[in-house]
């Protein structure tokens, strides 16, 4: 798989990138990220890739000249299976979604910043619009990191153990059960009977109890 995304600012993606399984993923040859300077596609002399929207409101735009151009550039290399811009008013990341995102080949990812951007890249240039949440950000470069994470370690052999992506909250829409490990006795707290008596039905039939009152409990909304 690859992943380009384009931005203003790459260097706050830089350090997220090169860390733990999405590095280790890029190592393996699973996974490529590119990550593309917008300005390097503007013909403004100071670099410029905003200015002020029409019918004067506050804020800045990203315009349309340096997006297309960029996206243009990518595209005449390969094909891509999406053209995701992050931004607030977008479908909202799901598990399901990463799971299906993760069969792609190649994606582009746009991360959204200033006020917004020119509408017509919106209708023109992007196939989807992904939001990781109701809250605005400064810019879209931390979703774009979000989305890149969630979808990397899906990929078969970017984590060790590839049954544990298939035991994560969300998966078969309820929270993971709860956890333990070493010791079996802590300051007198101990961990549930059932998980040390190695039956391991019974033991599914108790994470799966669990799972489903926890996801009664805290996010009563995935069980309709």
């Known amino acids: 798989m690859r992943i380009d995304i384009i931005t203003v600012l790459p260097e706050m993606l830089v350090s997220p990138l090169s860390c733990s399984i999405l590095k280790r993923a890029q190592d393996k040859g699973l996974a490529e990220i590119h990550v593309h300077n917008l300005r390097d596609y503007t013909t403004n002399k100071h670099r410029k890739v905003d200015d ?39 479908e909202i990341l799901t598990q399901p ?12 990812i746009l991360c959204g910043h200033y006020k917004g951007v020119d509408q017509r890249i919106r209708e023109h240039l ?7 949440g109701d809250y605005v950000l400064t810019g879209g470069e931390l979703p774009a990191v979000i989305i890149t994470d969630a979808i990397v370690r899906l990929i078969p052999g970017a ?14 829409n309820l929270l993971a059960p709860p956890i333990y490990t070493r010791p079996a006795v802590y300051k007198g ?12 039905a019974k ?16 996010r009563p909304d995935l069980l309709k």
């Open 126 to 132: 992007i196939t989807k619009e992904i939001s990781i």
């Open 189 to 200: 707290w101990e961990v549930p009977e059932i998980l040390l008596s190695g039956h391991e």
């Open 203 to 218: 033991i599914d039939a108790w994470r799966h109890e669990q799972a489903v009152e926890r996801t009664r409990r805290l």
């Open 52 to 90: 002020y929207p029409f019918g004067g409101e506050a804020g800045m735009v990203m315009q349309i000249e340096p997006v297309d151009r960029a996206i243009s550039a990518l595209k005449a290399e390969r094909d891509y299976d999406e053209v995701i811009f992050t931004s607030p008013d977008g």
């Open 97 to 108: 979604m990463a799971n299906r995102m993760s069969l792609l080949d190649n994606i582009i």
């Open 159 to 172: 984590i060790g153990d590839e049954q544990s992506a298939l035991t994560d909250s969300f998966q078969d």
